[in-house]
């Protein structure tokens, strides 16, 4: 198929670019190094080294002798986008090209219209360039697990069986986001529907849980190959986070009671969902499909139970503290999302506790020197008035009194 990545610079869409074109399908990648970008703002930056894109490309060309396109530009841009699809004109769009950082949103006002516009402007220009000039494409769609929230009953794969009055409906699951990042899901969710009811436009939303891993089978031939692996307050992942605070000796960084439970995958199975997505399209005329797009749930405290296990059996000591939550969320709650659809198109999945060791530890360990510990104390607050202020530390579970968090 000819299939196009929109942020194929980035953590996931670099590893699928490589795992469709090794898959023989025509691959082209469409980036703006907005994520590197944001990096050189921050002061921050991945742990694992990467190659510019271009480097990438032509490694890529020498281990394998295939060829991935490239279209460097803003899909905020519509003389840009319009003109990649017009003249690529792809069978599948996997649009990964969002900034995805919740934190990162939460800055000030400033990171918030930045991120809205990036995310919800680039997603409708790609929905008006796939109607007027590729109307048979199929957009797989990146949203996030994050869009419905933490309401009090069971979540459902996109859409709720509602009887009101007498009168039942199947409407849209109900949508409670925790920033202004998850807000912009909640828009391009609702902007797709509505061009697939308008337009009869294909498109398949993946509401994706939190992607944890480096390693892939393309990732692995070579290490100018590798995807990003971000640890900072903004772009890593409270998973990527334990890991290296494991690695530097810093208690993990467990926000309030640490029962706030999440979806997680391993970025090996985003590569099969993304394909199943791909290789099973909705059918012609139906409307848009949403996927629950995650393997297992975990809280906080689970996860960092479950790296003190790992790092346990490399020999290292860690210890799990709990700070002050800088973001406004429910710290106990119900979760219980409804994950089936993948799984019913053959979705095999792997697990955390099997792969932690492979999939991060040893990658961490291998990279630890390039480790900046004064990006892994968080400062951007959900409340207003005290950011840049040092999080103190207002629990411990921590077995020695001495540890104390370093970058403060
Ligand atoms: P990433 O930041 O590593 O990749 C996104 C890429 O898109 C970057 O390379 C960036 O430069 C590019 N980009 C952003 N805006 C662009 C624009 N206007 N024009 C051109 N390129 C642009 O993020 P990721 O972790 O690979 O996530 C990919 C997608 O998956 C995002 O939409 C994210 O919200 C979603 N998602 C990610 C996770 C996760 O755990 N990583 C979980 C759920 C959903
Ligand atoms: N957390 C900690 N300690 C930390 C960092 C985070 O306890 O050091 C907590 C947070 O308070 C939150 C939970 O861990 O309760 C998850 O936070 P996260 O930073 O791991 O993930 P999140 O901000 O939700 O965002 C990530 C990706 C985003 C994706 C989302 C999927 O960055 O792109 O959309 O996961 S989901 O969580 O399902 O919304």
Redesign the pocket.
């Known amino acids: 198929m000819r299939v196009l990545i929109l942020g194929g610079d980035g953590y996931l869409g670099w590893p699928t670019a490589m795992y469709f074109s090794k898959q023989g399908h025509a691959v082209a990648v469409v980036d703006n190094f907005t994520r590197r970008r944001m990096h050189l703002e921050r002061g921050s930056d991945s742990l694992t080294p990467i190659q510019s894109l271009h480097e990438r490309v032509n490694v890529w060309k020498q281990v394998t002798g295939k060829t991935i396109e490239m279209f460097v530009g803003d899909i905020q841009d519509w003389d840009f986008i319009h003109r990649v699809i017009k003249n690529f004109v792809p069978e599948a769009i996997i649009h990964y090209g969002e900034i ?4 990162y949103s939460m800055i000030d006002v400033h990171h918030a219209t930045f991120v809205h516009q990036n995310n919800v402007i680039g997603n409708l220009n790609v929905l008006f360039a796939i109607r007027d000039f590729a109307p048979a494409c199929h957009l797989i769609k990146l949203g ?3 869009e419905y929230g933490t309401p009090n009953i069971d979540i459902e794969e996109g859409y709720i069986e509602i009887e009101h009055n007498g009168r039942r409906d199947t409407l849209p699951f109900p949508k409670q986001p ?2 202004f ?2 807000l912009t ?1 909640v828009h391009d969710s609702n902007n797709i529907m509505f061009a697939n009811r308008i337009w009869g436009l294909q498109a398949t939303d993946l509401n ?3 992607v944890y891993g480096i390693e892939t089978d393309e990732v692995n031939l070579d290490d100018r190959l590798l995807t990003r692996f971000d640890y900072d ?1 903004s ?5 990527n ?2 890991c290296v605070q494991a690695v530097v000796g810093i208690p993990l ?4 009671k ?1 029962q ?1 439970t ?2 997680y995958l391993n970025i090996r199975d985003t590569l099969q969902c993304v394909e199943l997505a791909m290789l099973n399209p909705p059918s012609a005329g139906s409307k848009m499909r949403v996927f629950n797009q ?1 393997t297992e749930s975990f809280s ?1 405290m689970q996860l960092a139970q479950i790296v003190q296990r790992a790092a346990a059996h490399l020999g290292i000591d860690v210890e799990i503290a709990h ?1 002050e ?1 800088p ?1 406004v ?1 429910s710290e106990v709650h119900h979760y219980n999302p409804k994950h089936s659809k993948l799984l019913d198109l053959g979705l095999k999945p792997r697990y955390l506790e099997n792969s932690l060791v492979e999939s991060v530890l040893t990658r961490v360990i291998q990279f630890k020197d390039h480790i900046i510990p004064d990006h892994i104390v ?1 400062r951007i607050r959900w409340s207003e008035g005290d950011k840049g202020e040092k999080v103190d530390i207002v629990e411990r579970e921590a077995k020695s009194e001495e540890a104390v968090v370093s970058g403060d």
């Open positions: 995805p950082s919740a934190p996030t697990m994050g925790g920033s990042y998850h899901k994706q849980g939190v307050e772009f890593g992942t409270a998973l986070r334990f960084t467990v926000f309030g640490g706030q999440r979806g995650f906080v700070y939550n973001r969320e968080p």
